[in-house]
Nanobody, 121 residues
Framework: QVQLVESGGGLVQPGGSLRLSCAASGSISSINAMGWYRQAPGKERELVATITSDGSSTNYADSVKGRFTISRDNAKNTVYLQMNSLKPEDTAVYCC??????????????WGQGTQVTVSS
């Protein structure tokens, strides 16, 4: 089985920073694109950022451009989200996803359980 586990969430003051991590584990043959999404209370889930398999291309929501940076370490099967200049409107549950080809099974999209980020003074 493949699992994605996020970490790094918490409470931070406006203007502060957090770094989220999402580690994939299990019998993995390869991982393609990875991404971060978020869902605030009463709102739909929205894309935050995505990154290609080799890290050469990234994509960001307009609301986080210039403040958030997505990166990955393929040796560790881990994707990161560096969040700077955080705003109260960034408060949400942040989830990662990844297109994973497990050993002996077809490639498909996997999701983590999410980590809470709260930006408040």
């Amino acid at each position: 089985q493949v699992q994605l586990v996020e970490s790094g969430g918490g409470l931070v003051q406006p203007g502060g920073s957090l770094r989220l991590s999402c580690a994939a584990s299990g019998s993995i043959s390869s991982i393609n694109a990875m991404g971060w999404y978020r869902q605030a209370p009463g709102k739909e889930r929205e894309l935050v950022a995505t990154i290609t398999s080799d890290g050469s291309s990234t994509n960001y929501a307009d609301s986080v451009k210039g403040r958030f940076t997505i990166s990955r370490d393929n040796a560790k099967n881990t994707v990161y989200l560096q969040m700077n200049s955080l705003k109260p409107e960034d408060t949400a549950v942040y989830c990662c996803n990844a297109v994973v080809r497990p050993a002996y099974y077809p490639r498909r999209l996997y999701w983590g359980q999410g980590t809470q980020v709260t930006v408040s003074s």
